[in-house]
């Protein structure tokens, strides 16, 4: 099923995207270098990729996503696929992807596919969700869940530095650089910031939750937590990133 509402990931959610482009900068891209953007949504970073005239393509498993993508950025290559078993006969000189690898949880597969596609002295640029990341937003819906009777089942994968990095070396990279590190995230409204970002993100929570049930818990967790992450009148939801450099020697 793909869960995706395009619309309002680019609307709501666009500091997905917006925080990547110092990730690029790492990437450090050049023209005519062939780029995979691994997880690129709606395309936004993928585009900005293609401006430094390097030849990118953008894959993604959802196909509202990249139905979005190719509707904005024609001049753009697209393509859905999974991360998990993607097959694009083509070793790149760099692979890009940016607040995807947490939602993979057969992480060695993905690695397994991205070593695949470089070239020998291929970089992999990555950001990603870290150990600890939304925290306290989790912790809260785990104890509201559970107080109304529901299980909660994590879902996302947020390694730390040493254990990503493992997995990594265990495919054959070398690890030259990983940053682990808090980035507070504004969130569009302080008053729905928290259940907005729920609701996008983490549906995959309310499975088997009737809707009246569903909203209360969002809204309880939205009152519990707010408070804690709000300054100077904005929300931040507590994000830890990892970032990693990692070449196929
Ligand atoms: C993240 O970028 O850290 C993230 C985004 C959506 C869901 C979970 C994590």
């Not at 110092?22 to 691994?38: A, F, K, R, V, Y």
Request: charged share 25%; hydrophobic share 35%; net charge negative.
């Amino acid at each position: 099923m793909d869960q995706w509402n395009a619309d309002l990931y680019k609307t709501k959610h666009n500091f997905v995207f917006e925080y990547g482009n110092s990730l690029i900068e790492w990437l450090n891209p050049q023209p005519g270098e062939s780029i995979l953007d691994l997880g690129c949504g709606t395309g936004e970073l993928t585009a900005q990729l293609a401006e430094t005239g390097a030849n990118v393509t953008g894959i993604d498993g959802s196909p509202k996503m990249i139905s979005s993508a190719k509707a904005h950025f024609p001049n753009v290559n697209f393509a859905v696929a999974d991360a998990t078993n993607f097959e694009l006969h083509q070793q790149f000189d760099g692979i890009f992807s940016n607040a995807t690898l947490h939602w993979v949880r057969e992480k060695e597969k993905a690695i397994e596919r991205m070593y695949a596609h470089l070239r020998q002295n291929g970089r992999l640029v990555l950001e990603m969700g870290g150990k600890g990341n939304v925290n306290s937003i989790l912790r809260e819906l785990e104890y509201v869940m559970q107080q109304k009777g529901y299980t909660y089942q994590p879902f996302w994968y947020f390694p730390s530095p040493g254990e990503y990095a493992t997995l990594l070396e265990k495919a054959g990279f070398t690890v030259e650089k990983i940053l682990y590190f808090e980035r507070p995230t504004k969130l569009a409204d302080p008053e729905t910031g928290i259940s907005t970002w729920l609701e996008m993100f983490g549906d995959h929570f309310f499975a088997q939750v009737p809707e009246k049930d569903k909203q209360e818990i969002l809204q309880q967790v939205q009152e519990e937590v707010g408070p804690a992450l709000t300054r100077e009148g904005n929300l931040y939801a507590d994000y830890v990133r990892l970032r990693v450099v990692a070449v196929k020697k």
